[in-house]
């Protein structure tokens, strides 16, 4: 099964005087752990909210989860956005950015309250998520006043309860010290054991030992992909 498949895909901000993304081929299959990296300015963000179904291209076409999403003839389709967004769970660098609420469970409930999933089995996926990312015992705290690594626990634990076929994660460890991002790694190890596709860009090279595939961009291109070595550990 095919995850994710970019074809020709070019992506402006600015009505096409530089492209973000300048003509981008990507295939992922379901199930594989797929790591990017590359300089800053080089389109991996852009990149990682396309792939999320969160903004659309300017050219190309772009499939996500089995829904053709964008077709550079025809244009967007916001049904099938919608659809395919139902399986996506998506975190971002800042913590805060992602925080709905002033209870951790409540938090926590949001995506899946969203998929219109059942009370019940609302509370047993949030139990779950909370115990994944060690936050049991803060369900009924404020995460507004939580540190920058609880918090992100906490929107990782969000779209861990939507049982989303995919994540996409764009360096949700930036914020965090050591312990946080080891902890933040052992969810994706739990989630790809588990046969959810991953999608993470990380300036961490480190990180990157787990993937299946590292990609390197630069310039709004793929310039490079391959199985992860150890010299891009030790840089
Ligand atoms: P990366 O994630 O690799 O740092 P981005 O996808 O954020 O790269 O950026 C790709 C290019 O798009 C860069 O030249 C950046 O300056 C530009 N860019 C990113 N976001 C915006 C924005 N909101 N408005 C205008 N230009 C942007
Ligand atoms: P259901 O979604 O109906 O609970 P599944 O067969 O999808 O059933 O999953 C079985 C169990 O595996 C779930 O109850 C949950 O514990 C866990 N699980 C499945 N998918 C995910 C996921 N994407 N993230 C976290 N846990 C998951």
Do not use: C
Not at 34 to 39: A, K, L, Q
């Amino acid at each position: 099964d095919v995850a994710v498949a970019l074809r020709g895909v070019r992506f402006s901000y600015g009505n096409g005087a530089t492209w973000a993304l300048d003509g981008v081929d990507l295939t992922v299959q379901a199930g594989e752990r797929v790591y990017i990296v590359g300089p800053n300015g080089s389109g991996k963000s852009t990149l990682s909210r396309i792939v999320a179904g969160l903004a659309a291209p300017d050219a190309g076409t772009v499939t996500v989860l089995g829904e053709r999403v964008f077709d550079g003839d025809a244009g967007p389709d916001p049904d099938a956005y919608r659809r395919a967004r139902r399986g996506i769970g998506a975190v971002f660098q800042n913590p805060e950015d992602q925080l709905v609420t002033t209870v951790v469970e409540d938090d926590v409930a949001f995506g899946p309250e969203n998929l219109g999933i059942a009370h019940d089995d609302i509370g047993r996926r949030i139990a779950e998520a909370l115990q994944a990312v060690d936050m049991t015992e803060s369900r009924a705290a404020d995460p507004t006043v939580m540190s920058g690594g609880q918090q992100q626990r906490i929107a990782i634990a969000g779209t861990m309860a939507m049982h989303p076929a995919m994540v996409v994660f764009d360096e949700p460890t930036a914020m965090l010290d050591g312990a946080a991002r080891a902890e933040v790694m052992a969810v994706l190890d739990s989630l790809q054991a588990r046969g959810v596709t991953i999608v993470h860009i990380t300036h961490h090279a480190d990180e990157t030992l787990r993937a299946d595939r590292v990609i390197r961009m630069e310039s709004g291109r793929i310039v490079s992909e391959g199985r992860p070595r150890r010299d891009d550990a030790a840089r």
